[in-house]
């Protein structure tokens, strides 16, 4: 015995067998084929393309698979024969369009698959012969039994896809109706400024199952998600019933005409802008004073805490020089001067929804950084890339107005940031002082 026959392990270049691809061709050996007179190979290779984009094949995958269907005949699907063609790697690459290693790829995926079967000659070589009939004497290469014995499995998977694919719509309808219906109760809850205490918390929870819904490719998953969106939307609805009755918002105004809600209304009347004559004197101006937050002790004895008074303290801030840092802010922004109304008015509007800011969530930010921090807050979160966000850019503005609740935002560290990735140190106050 040589040494060669004595090494189990040793390469021959033969192809490797897979269980997947024993399995395969044992039960092609077992088909005998169709009853004559029944044959539609065009049906198999319709089931297979419904199929195919839920089998995990690669690109080009039906185009082969059609290809090798035309060059066989009709009687080859029969019993008493194979449907089995023979193009050359050459042929093959020449019509796909590909380099022969690609093809090569493309028909090892099909043969793991299970969606043909390779038959080798003892050369490894891909040849065949017909008679004067046109029937299959012999033949090495394709054989493409798969097609005709996985037609019900076609069928059944293409029509599971297709049930599939109706689930994951419904389930989308019902996501939005139930994340527009609490988008409608949280303005209506801000516009009579009777928000619960909870509502960041729930603004947050809101944002990270809406950011859920895209990547989540199965309904079964997603149903999930949809139910949870959907109780709190229920919870939502039961704080706007349990308000107190009645709540009267326009002594003065008409009684039995409709009213239209302003998502314009400022959330918290005690909320100033800086004059439009000051800012555009040319003074370095700081935004307004937000407004209070229970709990803690302000200036001038009253009770209630500036949010950005820390900031006050470390940094001042020009509106000219905010749109510099914040490109996204200054395209929405209509005057070259522009002062602090202005910038509120771009931020708490198209900016708002250019990133998908809710508008309950924005009146939220107002009360707790007052309007202009709250606006130079969601100009640094547009400067951030999308790729930044784990639960989009709502999600990240409602934890900087979480952080603010606790005193743990520092707005001013970003800002500097922001000037030195545009600026740099040495440029920075010259930049400053053109912005004016």
């Known amino acids: 015995m040589s040494l060669h026959t004595q090494i189990p392990n040793q390469s021959t270049g033969?192809?490797?067998?897979?269980?997947?691809?024993?399995?395969?061709?044992?039960?092609?050996?077992?088909?005998?084929?169709?009853?004559?007179?029944?044959?539609k190979p065009l049906r198999y290779l319709a089931a297979f393309q419904e199929a195919e984009p839920y089998l995990g094949l690669p690109p080009q995958a039906f185009k082969l698979v059609a290809w090798l269907v035309k060059q066989t005949m009709g009687h080859d699907w029969e019993k008493g024969s194979r449907p089995i063609c023979w193009p050359s790697a050459a042929r093959?690459?020449?019509?796909?369009?590909?380099?022969?290693?690609?093809?090569?790829?493309?028909?090892?995926?099909?043969?793991?698959?299970?969606?043909?079967?390779?038959?080798?000659?003892?050369t490894g070589k891909r040849y065949g012969r017909r008679?004067?009939?046109?029937?299959?004497?012999?033949?090495?290469?394709?054989?493409?039994?798969?097609?005709?014995?996985?037609?019900?499995?076609?069928?059944?998977?293409?029509?599971?896809?297709?049930?599939?694919?109706?689930?994951?719509?419904?389930?989308?309808?019902?996501?939005?109706?139930?994340?527009?219906?609490?988008?409608?109760?949280?303005?209506?809850?801000?516009?009579?400024?009777?928000?619960p205490a909870e509502w960041l918390s729930f603004s947050v929870e809101v944002a990270d199952l809406v950011a859920a819904i895209r990547p989540t490719k199965r309904s079964e998953n997603l149903a999930v998600v949809v139910k949870s969106l959907e109780s709190r939307k229920l919870q939502a609805e039961a704080w706007l019933r349990n308000l107190p009755q009645p709540i009267k918002k326009d002594p003065e105004g008409p009684v039995c005409e409709p009213h239209t809600i302003s998502t314009n209304k400022s959330i918290n009347p005690k909320d100033t802008v800086i004059a439009a004559d000051e800012s555009r004197s040319g003074a370095t101006l700081v935004p307004s004073e937000a407004a209070s937050i229970p709990g803690q002790t302000g200036r001038?004895?009253?009770?209630?805490?500036?949010?950005?008074?820390?900031?006050?303290?470390?940094?001042?801030?020009?509106?000219?020089?905010?749109?510099?840092?914040?490109?996204?802010?200054?395209?929405?922004?209509?005057?070259?001067?522009?002062?602090?109304?202005d910038i509120v008015d771009a931020a708490g509007g198209p900016l708002l929804i250019e990133?998908?800011?809710s508008q309950p969530l924005w009146g939220e930010a107002c009360r707790v950084l007052g309007r202009p921090m709250a606006a130079v807050a969601l100009a640094l979160v547009s400067t951030k890339p999308a790729d930044h966000f784990?639960?989009?850019?709502?999600?990240?503005?409602?934890?900087?107005?979480?952080?603010?609740t606790k005193g743990e935002l520092h707005l001013d560290r970003s800002l500097w940031k922001l000037r030195r990735d545009r600026w740099g140190d040495a440029d920075r106050a010259g930049a400053r002082r053109a912005a004016r």
């Open 14 to 39: 033969s192809r490797r067998l897979t269980l997947t691809m024993l399995a395969a061709r044992d039960r092609a050996d077992q088909f005998e084929g169709a009853t004559r007179g029944t044959v």
């Open 355 to 357: 990133l998908g800011v």
């Open 131 to 195: 008679d004067s009939e046109g029937r299959i004497i012999e033949a090495y290469g394709f054989d493409l039994t798969p097609l005709a014995y996985r037609y019900e499995e076609f069928i059944r998977l293409a029509a599971e896809a297709r049930a599939e694919r109706e689930r994951m719509r419904a389930l989308k309808r019902r996501a939005t109706c139930a994340r527009r219906a609490i988008a409608q109760v949280g303005e209506t809850l801000a516009w009579l400024q009777c928000l």
């Open 92 to 122: 093959q690459a020449e019509f796909l369009g590909l380099s022969p290693a690609r093809v090569k790829i493309l028909n090892r995926a099909l043969y793991d698959a299970g969606i043909v079967i390779i038959r080798d000659s003892e």
């Open 300 to 341: 001038g004895g009253n009770e209630g805490h500036t949010a950005d008074a820390g900031f006050e303290k470390v940094e001042k801030l020009h509106p000219s020089e905010l749109i510099q840092l914040a490109p996204r802010l200054a395209e929405l922004v209509p005057n070259q001067y522009p002062d602090w109304r």
């Open 390 to 404: 784990t639960r989009g850019a709502g999600g990240y503005f409602a934890a900087m107005v979480k952080r603010a």
